[in-house]
């Protein structure tokens, strides 16, 4: 089906088919989800394992009773753990609760309210802003919405942000204090930055604002799916470049072990560490040490977590595929739509006629399919195109996967002649 060059006659028919084929779905009265990236419950119960491992034996290796309070950095163990994922010296590595996402909001939030390593707090400017590469990872926009952050959007392209619109705005705009980055299988393209890219990155440090920050959310950093994909060292390329205290890192095992009951860290220099210590000290006493403990012990070592890791891909590779196939079946010659095929993560981008993203969910939820809300992928909920929808395969069983996606591509087309006609999408 290739639309843009068929007879309004074709296009009637079309939509007459598509109409009744999508009426007969909506009998079936479906309930499917495919809105967030939630692991299985196959994949939860591979960390099943961490129940019962301490066996009443709560002290580390070092001595520490888990059980009490303090060690604000988090246990040595579990620290070793996060350096491992993020390829750094554990000593820049701060250990914390499940969530990656609260270290990051507080990171956020020391910039904004304090500065970092003694520069100027974000509120003293007039209007701060975060470059946002997207589409891109709504929770990240959130944090910024939230504290009145201003966001700033640049296209992604196949190996990361395009870097020329980047460095155009920073050398344009000294207000810029931040870019969100989530450099491996990053949110929802399943883009792999490039050396390139990030030196680039890394060079940003020289002549941007010297309280600017890059977010690096590498969420995925161990996700791949068959073959492991490098990540070139964001660390390495601002050492290089002198530029060590531009960049914060964060991973967490939310997608690893149990997703609600996990690790989370953040890497940085001794600088901003230190800065986001200090804010840290009057909020908490320190982290949950007997979880630190049970997920050192469950995988011992780094070799453990990556043969974990490859049973995560064996339940998840059988979803992509199953995405990848019905997409080429339905769109592989035709102008209704184009897709990423990514190596790892958690979400496969696709982009729909422009105008066409918002009609496509509504027709789906209509359906009983449930997926991202349009525009979720661009700062402010508003994708300027209309165009992304991200779709998170990995939480329903697969055939459930494969009747929603069934419902996709469907709605997909239904749109798609509705929009060249000029009919209205509900």
């Known amino acids: ?34 809105t967030r990236g939630k692991p299985s419950a196959d994949q939860l119960h591979l960390s099943d394992g961490l129940d019962g491992i301490l066996n009443g034996d709560y002290r580390a290796a070092d001595g520490t009773d888990t059980r009490n309070y303090g060690g604000l950095e988090g246990l040595q163990c579990a620290r070793e753990l996060g350096a491992d994922i993020l390829q750094v010296p554990t000593e ?16 956020v939030l020391t910039g904004y309210l304090f500065g970092f390593a003694g520069n100027t707090p974000w509120r003293e400017m007039k209007s701060p802003k975060f470059l946002c590469p997207v589409p891109g990872y709504d929770r990240h926009f959130s944090i910024c919405e939230q504290l009145g952050i201003g966001m700033v959007n640049v296209p992604m392209t ?22 969100w980055c989530v450099p491996k299988f990053s949110n929802p393209t399943g883009v792999t930055y490039d050396k390139e890219t990030v030196d680039r990155l890394a060079q940003l440090g020289q002549f941007a604002n010297p309280g600017f920050r890059i977010f690096w959310d590498n969420a995925y950093a161990i996700h791949d799916l068959e073959h492991q994909v490098n990540l070139p060292g964001i660390r390495e390329a601002t050492h290089e470049n002198d530029t060590g205290d531009s960049v914060l890192q964060f ?43 049970r997920h050192s012990r469950f ?3 780094f070799t453990l977590l990556r043969e974990h890791m490859q049973k995560h891909a064996q339940i998840l590779k059988p979803k992509f595929e199953c995405v990848q196939s019905q997409l080429e079946k339905a769109f592989a010659d035709t102008d209704l739509g184009t ?15 422009p105008g066409c993203a918002a009609a496509v969910i509504q027709l789906a939820a209509d359906a009983g399919v449930k997926l991202t ?4 992928t661009f700062p402010y909920g508003k994708d300027p195109e209309d165009r992304n929808i991200r779709i998170a395969p990995s939480f329903p069983p697969l055939e459930e996967l494969d009747t929603a996606m069934s419902v996709f591509v469907l709605c997909v087309k239904l749109a798609s002649v509705r929009k060249q006609l000029g009919m209205n999408a509900e």
């Open 339 to 353: 897709w990423e095929e990514p190596k790892g993560g958690y979400f496969v981008s696709f982009n729909t006629r």
């Open 158 to 179: 196949a190996t990361g942000p395009d870097m020329d619109a980047v460095e155009e705005q920073i050398r344009g705009d000294s207000e810029i204090i931040g870019i």
């Open 92 to 107: 820049e590595v701060m250990a914390g609760g499940n969530s990656s996402l609260t270290l990051m909001y507080h990171a």
């Open 1 to 34: 089906m290739r639309i843009d060059s068929a007879r309004s006659d074709q296009l009637q028919e079309w939509e007459s088919e598509l109409s009744a084929q999508y009426q007969r779905i909506c009998q079936h009265e479906l309930n499917l989800d495919l």
């Open 373 to 376: 809300p349009a525009g979720a």
């Open 299 to 301: 995988f011992g070592e």
């Open 251 to 293: 991973a967490s095992t939310s997608k690893v072990t149990h997703a609600g009951a996990g690790l989370a860290f953040v890497s940085a220099s001794e600088a901003n560490l230190a800065s986001l210590k200090k804010q840290m000290q009057a909020m908490t006493i320190g982290p949950d040490k007997v979880n630190q403990l």
